[in-house]
T-cell receptor, first 114, second 114 residues
């Protein structure tokens, strides 16, 4: 299984809602990533988990809260988001956090904040 | 500091034409890795190739080929006999030997017209 899955595919939420994005991989990868991608821009790294521990937080606002319950799952909890947070949220995984490791990406969740 | 430049924002070609996507990178490290990813309209980034800094051999995979030249800090990607299914945004990315995150270029949007 060489797939990274993400749910939901689309999400519309109000600024007062709480929602979660889910990501799963069964490739035995030990590093998992959250990226945010605005239209016509490259992905921007948000968080990196390595061996289920948060290793990088790219100064992301606290209204985004990541969680790694186990080595296969990665969640992104959303609360009190702003309309400018509307974007494609991509999850990725890699064998390890080594520079040589290619990242495998999921299909993304298209988030719209009203 | 790491940097990846994809000077071509958008390219449009007619089916069966050859097309080259340019990528120029900057890094102070002697050990680094270069990647190309394809992002079709569906949104998922698809890994295409990884090249390490010590391997300057060009690579060919079907209609795809890559030309890595350290002397000009370039890692260009050529699609031969382009097809409509090649229409996508292509990202070049760089990872060095440290723990710094993957750095993406801004991407080149390729449109192949039938």
């Amino acid at each position: 299984d060489t797939e990274v899955t993400q749910t939901p595919k689309h999400l519309v939420m109000g600024m007062t809602n709480k929602k979660s994005l889910k990501c799963e991989q069964h490739m035995g990868h030990r590093a998992m990533y959250w990226y945010k991608q605005k239209a016509k821009k490259p992905p921007e790294l948000m968080f990196v988990y390595s061996y289920e521990k948060l290793s990088i937080n790219e100064s992301v606002p606290s209204r985004f809260s990541p969680e790694c319950p186990n080595s296969s799952l990665l969640n992104l909890h959303l609360h009190a988001l702003q309309p400018e947070d509307s974007a494609l949220y991509l999850c990725a995984s890699s064998q390890d956090r080594l520079a040589a490791d290619e990242q495998f990406f999921g299909p993304g969740t298209r988030l719209t904040v009203l | 500091a790491q940097k990846v430049t994809q000077a071509q924002t958008e390219i449009s070609v007619v089916e069966k034409e050859d097309v080259t996507l340019d990528c120029v990178y900057e890094t102070r490290d002697t050990t680094y890795y270069l990647f190309w990813y394809k992002q079709p309209p569906s949104g998922e980034l698809v890994f295409l190739i990884r090249r390490n800094s010590f391997d300057e051999q060009n690579e060919i995979s079907g209609r795809y080929s890559w030309n890595f030249q350290k002397s000009t800090s370039s890692f260009n990607f050529t699609i031969t006999a382009s097809q409509v299914v090649d229409s996508a945004v292509y990202f070049c990315a760089l990872s060095d030997s440290g723990n710094t995150p993957l750095v993406f270029g801004k991407g080149t949007r390729l449109s192949v017209i039938a």
